[in-house]
């Protein structure tokens, strides 16, 4: 069976903190006229689930409608910025030889699940050359679902059809809601201790793999291949 392997991408693949902050700030100024007075928690959540939190915390009803217009001014802001995106973040050690060596694995599939929105995931990831060996279009997104396992199955739902055939996936993330979003469906989760949660939290979420970073490619390997 051929393995589809699933990244998160931010303090997975790269770190931009502070930036996800930074382009709220411009979309709901220019969405709603408002000032950003709360800003949510982001590691391991859906951009909706993110939206849907700042806009009730701002007293606006988080219509489908508002919801949309919200996503789409992120999408202008970061198509306006994304050229400062080397600057403003690192790709992560390991990152682009981990994905350069499973693209030479006949069996392996690469794509994302990840909060973000696929046009932003775009930039995230071609900001440090990490774009080349991942299939964007069956990746799991931020606006699928608030629930992160959602995203989990969609992407799992869009490889198979592209692929004809059923693929083992494997989940790789940097919070508790990655692993449990592999744990959902049966997939095989790896975390990685690159961002705030511990490698304790990840295995006490229940990874099977724990990693502390992605710089030991052999051991990035195996934990995928040899499971």
Known sequence: ??????????????DARGLGHTWYRTALHAVAGLELLHTPSFPGRTERAITQELLL????????????RLHAELIDVAT???????????????AADALEALALQEAVVQSLVTGNLVEIARFKLAAFDLDRHVDFDIGGYGTVSEHRPELVLEAMRLASAKHGEDLAAVVIGDTPHDVDAALHHDAFAIGVATGRSTAAELRE???HVV???????????EAILDR
């Open 57 to 68: 915390a701002h007293d606006l009803e988080p219509t489908e409608e508002l919801i949309s």
């Open 80 to 94: 306006r910025e994304h050229t400062e995106l080397p600057t403003l973040g690192r790709a992560l050690p390991g």
């Open 205 to 207: 979420a229940g990874a």
């Open 211 to 221: 990693l502390q970073d992605l710089s030991d490619t052999a051991a990035v390997l």
């Open 1 to 14: 069976m051929n393995t589809l392997v699933l990244w998160d991408i931010d303090l997975t693949l790269i």
